[in-house]
């Protein structure tokens, strides 16, 4: 984070100086966080109310590790009745937002610096990773860490940025049409990319129209002299180029004609290997091609390869290096399509922090690929967010799952029960299908019946916690082990994944 010092904090929030602060506001700070327990010397300690706990109660504690200010809602005392030095702001959430917003502006005014905005239904993680992971070798490039996608993990992502900083990638979820942007207005990106409009939240969102409507936001955010990059695939998206002034860019795996007289970026040849790993011939807009094999698994990866190439080529990057530099990238964030082989035989594909009827599709269609030849198993917990349409939805994955000719489904909990009904309902299957209220009563299913060659996909949204239980298999962790382990990534996970 770039050195602010007190007086500029509350300048920038509109706070008030409390405390040793008011007293000394050329106090200074060099880093920020909202986690107590990542505090250090010199940090910000952001005091915000949250869903599960109040960061006021941890104030004292981050004083305790080194923090030197806190930003705050109300003046917080230590033990003796003394004021903890603060910035006091009406919201912490804004403050953070203003904070960041004067932070990209400084980054600008410093030197050169490229911010490339991610949206889409699904994707959003996996396509970041990649492009940070190009970008890195060409200049010092900051990204979210995990799925920090929101009004606090859009600023967190840009309080971790220096005067250094040459490329700024921010991931950016939403839960309802203006929340992207809010986020764009932050960051004012140079670049936009949108991969997808699918189902998801579709209930949050008062419907898939309004999501689109939403993303499409993203689009509109990128000034004249940008590139807006776009999923010719998924038309929904496509049709933002109306909704832009900068230039577009379409990506494709289509052999079919885009709309428009757009420049396009085309998977040509788009297969996957015996692993499940998309391969194809990318071709660029200025006629270049260079082949790219992924360590990704799952031909729907595809999308994501080629909207990182997008951005990536809109940035500058050559497209030797491109393709370079996406061949062999794996999966660099948790539980997406996360392959463990395990010592005895059993393959396992953990995909479950997050999941829409679209992502479903393509995990199962991945699984049935890979298990070509074995017994597949999937392991399927809830979508969240569907709305009214959530027990049509979850009816019609349970039926693609026996046409895929899955060979086992366990259905986990009470709101994924239509999955289980669904693939009974198809009509061709007796016991393949078991549906159960708890992870640990798949666990004990599964322990008592795999066998070396089975392939095991673990699908669900984040919130059902089917990850945990992948891992559990694929480390064949004990329950009474797994416990404490969960918690803790739980707490680190919550809440940034839409």
Known sequence: ??????????????????????????IPVTSATTDSREVTAGSLFIAKPGEFSDGHRFVGRAFESGATLALTERPVTDGDGTVHPAVVVPDAVLAMGALAAEIVRRLRADGPLTVIGITGSAGKTTTKDLLAGLLRAHGETVAPVGSYNGEVGVPLTIFSAGYGTRYLVVEMGAT???????????????????LCVGSAHAGE???????????????????????VVLNGDDIRVAAMDKR?????????????????????????????????????????????????ESGLIGAHH?????????????????PADIAAGLSGQKAASRWRMERTDRPDGVTVINDAYNANPESMRAALR???????????????????????????????????????????????????????????????????????????E?????????????????????????RFLGDRIALKTPLETAAATELSAENATRGENK
Not at 176 to 194: E, K, S
Not at 302 to 318: K, M
């Open 1 to 26: 984070m770039i050195e602010l010092n007190a007086a500029e904090i509350a300048a920038i929030t509109g706070g008030e100086l409390v405390g040793a602060a008011a007293a000394d506001p050329s």
């Open 176 to 194: 309802g049409v203006g929340h992207i942007t809010y986020l764009a207005d932050m960051v004012r990106p140079d670049i936009g990319v949108v």
């Open 205 to 227: 969102f008062g419907g898939v129209e309004n999501i689109a409507r939403a993303k499409g936001e993203l689009a509109e955010a990128v000034p004249p002299g940008g590139t």
């Open 244 to 292: 832009t002034t900068a230039d577009v860019l379409l990506f494709t795996s289509s052999t079919d004609q885009l709309p428009g007289n757009h420049r396009e970026l085309r998977a040509v040849d788009a297969e996957t290997d015996s692993q499940g790993r998309p391969v194809f011939t990318l071709r660029f807009p200025n006629g270049e091609e260079h082949r790219v």
């Open 302 to 318: 595809t999308a994501n390869l080629l909207a990182a190439a997008g951005a990536a080529f809109a940035a500058g990057i050559a």
């Open 366 to 440: 991945t699984l049935a690929e890979l298990g070509q030849g074995h017994r597949t198993w999937a392991v399927l917990g809830e979508m969240l967010e569907l709305g009214a349409d959530s027990v049509t939805e979850h009816d019609a994955i349970g039926r693609y799952a026996v046409r895929l000719n899955i060979s086992k489904l366990i259905v986990v909990g009470t709101g994924a029960r239509a999955l289980h009904t669904g693939a009974v309902m198809e009509g061709s299957w007796g016991d393949e299908s078991q549906f159960v209220q708890t992870p640990d």
């Open 442 to 466: 798949a666990q004990a299913i599964l322990e008592a019946s795999l066998q070396p060659g089975d392939v095991v996909l673990f699908k669900s949204s984040n919130g059902a916690g089917l």
